[in-house]
């Protein structure tokens, strides 16, 4: 009896561990309430040339289903990815990018352990943006880039904790930068250029701390620049330009240590550019172009300074170009042009090189590359 016993004992051992192996190599199993909410938001879409959505049978929606994925823990849905512009074997086979018309459906809320929902690149997928959106307590991702989406930011956009990524860019999205956008305590990327955006940017930007990237371009913001931008420590890439900016640019920009990339050009800024942005050594694109700033260039450059590209022209900028641009560790790129600058053009790097057209339209300059002399 004893070795019966024993017998028994391994053969039910083995057993577990061949039901440990088949659940950890198993597929999960979608929920049915998970594959009514994917059915339901793939039927307000039309996508009529890669038949991406063909795939979307069966019971199981976990399993190769274009786009989505599961949690293997909880069988819950977590990812919903649609890209129009990809390197995937179906639309290298099609030899084409994406085309999508439709609206997204309110039922993409019920995807409530849903982390990531990307729809971009589609061009035609027009309506507004649920505001149920702003009720999934784990979405770390929206993507929305390049389509006609219009409406507006959804008001309750901060309750979404966890977001990491906010990409709305390039769509037809009007109103007002929601205030409730500085409680997303966990935002690294913010994308909203190239829409119909109006008013100020929120004054508490800074409260952002983890953002690196802040991408606004090609709306119609006003209003002044807000200084506690300056604040978020992370951000190394911050482009306010085409907008209806006003007032000065914040001296506080000069201070911040991972800056890399400004563009504030084509706005409507005023006053002097401060000594101490064109002095942070670790600035490496800068473009104030199109503007009304006024004042002299600052005489601050040195060794440490490396500018791939610096962009000043149409602006009211007066005086000399300063000789301490000649002692530049690296300026790649510099466009001082229409102006009402005046005086000799410094020897050397980067004037040596420098076409004529990136210092024509002041009032006296003279010397190389200017057919004039002083």
Same mark, same amino acid.
């Given at each position: 009896?004893?070795?019966?016993?024993?017998?028994?004992?391994?053969?039910?051992?083995?057993?577990?561990?061949?039901?440990?192996?088949?659940?950890?190599?198993?597929?999960?199993?979608?929920?049915?309430?998970?594959?009514?909410?994917?059915?339901?938001?793939?039927?307000?879409?039309?996508?009529?040339?890669?038949?991406?959505?063909?795939?979307?049978?069966?019971?199981?929606?976990?399993?190769?289903?274009?786009?989505?994925?599961?949690?293997?823990?909880?069988?819950?849905?977590?990812?919903?990815?649609?890209?129009?512009?990809?390197?995937?074997?179906?639309?290298?086979?099609?030899?084409?990018?994406?085309?999508?018309?439709?609206?997204?459906?309110?039922?993409?809320?019920?995807?409530?352990?849903?982390?990531?929902?990307?729809?971009?690149?589609?061009?035609?997928?027009?309506?507004?943006?649920?505001?149920?959106?702003?009720?999934?307590?784990?979405?770390?991702?929206?993507?929305?880039?390049?389509?006609?989406?219009?409406?507006?930011?959804?008001?309750?956009?901060?309750?979404?904790?966890?977001?990491?990524?906010?990409?709305?860019?390039?769509?037809?999205?009007?109103?007002?930068?929601?205030?409730?956008?500085?409680?997303?305590?966990?935002?690294?990327?913010?994308?909203?250029?190239?829409?119909?955006?109006?008013?100020?940017?929120?004054?508490?930007?800074?409260?952002?701390?983890?953002?690196?990237?802040?991408? *606004? /371009?090609? +709306?119609? $913001?006003? !209003? #002044? @620049? &807000?200084? =506690? %931008?300056?604040?978020?420590?992370?951000?190394?890439?911050?482009?306010?330009?085409?907008?209806?900016?006003?007032?000065?640019?914040?001296?506080?920009?000069?201070?911040?240590?991972?800056?890399?990339?400004?563009?504030?050009?084509?706005?409507?800024?005023?006053?002097?550019?401060?000594?101490?942005?064109?002095?942070?050594?670790?600035?490496?694109?800068?473009?104030?172009?199109?503007?009304?700033?006024?004042?002299?260039?600052?005489?601050?450059?040195?060794?440490?300074?490396?500018?791939?590209?610096?962009? *000043? /022209?149409? +602006?009211? $900028?007066? !005086? #000399? @170009? &300063?000789? =301490? %641009?000649?002692?530049?560790?690296?300026?790649?790129?510099?466009?001082?042009?229409?102006?009402?600058?005046?005086?000799?053009?410094?020897?050397?790097?980067?004037?040596?090189?420098?076409?004529?057209?990136?210092?024509?339209?002041?009032?006296?300059?003279?010397?190389?590359?200017?057919?004039?002399?002083?």
């Amino acid at each position: 009896m004893e070795r019966y016993g024993n017998v028994v004992l391994l053969a039910a051992a083995l057993f577990a561990a061949a039901a440990a192996v088949g659940m950890t190599t198993a597929a999960p199993v979608c929920s049915a309430s998970d594959r009514a909410a994917l059915l339901s938001f793939r039927a307000a879409l039309n996508e009529p040339y890669l038949g991406i959505f063909n795939t979307w049978t069966g019971e199981n929606c976990c399993v190769n289903w274009y786009g989505v994925s599961c949690d293997p823990e909880t069988n819950r849905v977590a990812d919903v990815i649609l890209r129009g512009e990809s390197e995937d074997p179906i639309f290298e086979k099609a030899g084409r990018s994406g085309y999508m018309t439709g609206w997204i459906s309110p039922a993409i809320c019920q995807l409530d352990y849903l982390t990531t929902f990307v729809l971009a690149d589609w061009k035609a997928i027009s309506g507004e943006i649920p505001p149920c959106i702003a009720s999934l307590p784990r979405l770390r991702i929206l993507d929305l880039i390049g389509n006609r989406i219009s409406g507006r930011i959804p008001a309750d956009i901060g309750q979404l904790s966890r977001l990491t990524v906010l990409n709305l860019a390039d769509n037809q999205i009007y109103g007002e930068i929601p205030p409730s956008i500085v409680n997303l305590k966990s935002l690294m990327h913010l994308e909203l250029g190239n829409n119909y955006l109006s008013g100020g940017i929120p004054s508490d930007i800074g409260k952002l701390s983890m953002m690196s990237r802040a991408l *606004l /371009s090609r +709306n119609q $913001l006003t !209003g #002044p @620049i &807000p200084a =506690s %931008l300056s604040g978020i420590y992370r951000l190394a890439d911050v482009d306010l330009s085409m907008n209806r900016l006003t007032g000065p640019i914040p001296s506080e920009f000069g201070s911040m240590a991972v800056l890399s990339t400004l563009n504030l050009d084509s706005n409507q800024l005023s006053g002097e550019i401060p000594s101490k942005l064109l002095g942070n050594w670790g600035l490496n694109i800068l473009n104030l172009s199109r503007n009304s700033l006024s004042g002299k260039l600052p005489d601050v450059f040195g060794p440490k300074t490396y500018f791939t590209a610096i962009d *000043l /022209s149409h +602006n009211d $900028l007066r !005086g #000399p @170009i &300063p000789r =301490s %641009l000649s002692s530049a560790r690296y300026i790649g790129h510099i466009d001082l042009s229409h102006n009402h600058l005046c005086g000799p053009i410094p020897n050397g790097s980067p004037f040596d090189l420098l076409e004529s057209s990136f210092l024509e339209g002041n009032d006296c300059l003279c010397g190389t590359p200017l057919q004039t002399t002083c």
